[in-house]
């Protein structure tokens, strides 16, 4: 079944406060275990924890030069998007979009702003996209990222402005 595209013109990202952090603990843990469920003997409720945490402290503004925003859809919200912006590059350092909301035009959207203010900027957008995840380097390639490098898990993928 394949869902409409939704209109561009109404997504919204907005920076988050410490209201969104039980909605964006909860949208991590399902994107995440999407991709790998959870095995036998997996501490979930520390997994939870630490998730909160790590939220907590990325809304509070305890990470430098890291913003953590909620992706809004008709003033709903359906996704996350962090961004650390330092020496001189844009980082895409998370990008989680509900289930029920990816490859209906969200994801591309979020992007396609941060393109544009790369380009503003003359500066280069940086991600990490997990190497278990074809169908999320499928749509960064689609938008122009190319591969530079990998790590263990992961692709390093980046966008130049010209």
Do not use: W
Request: no cysteine.
């Amino acid at each position: 079944m394949h869902m409409a595209t939704l209109d561009p013109r109404n997504v919204v990202v907005r920076p988050a406060t410490t209201d969104d952090i039980e909605f964006m603990v909860h949208l991590f843990l399902q994107i995440r275990y999407q991709l790998s469920p959870l095995g036998d003997g997996v501490d979930v409720d520390a997994i939870v924890n630490g998730t909160r945490t790590a939220t907590r402290e990325q809304v509070q503004g305890h990470v430098a030069n890291s913003v953590t925003n909620v992706i809004e859809y008709d003033d709903r919200r359906v996704g996350r998007l962090r961004v650390v912006r330092a020496d001189g590059q844009i980082a895409i350092a998370g990008l989680q979009i509900l289930p029920g909301f990816q490859r209906r035009g969200v994801g591309t959207a979020v992007i396609n702003n941060l393109i544009e203010e790369a380009a503003a900027t003359s500066m280069p957008v940086l991600l990490e996209v997990e190497k278990d995840n074809p169908e999320a380097e499928s749509l960064y390639t689609r938008l122009g990222f190319e591969r530079y490098g990998e790590t263990g898990d992961t692709y390093r993928m980046r966008y130049v402005t010209a």
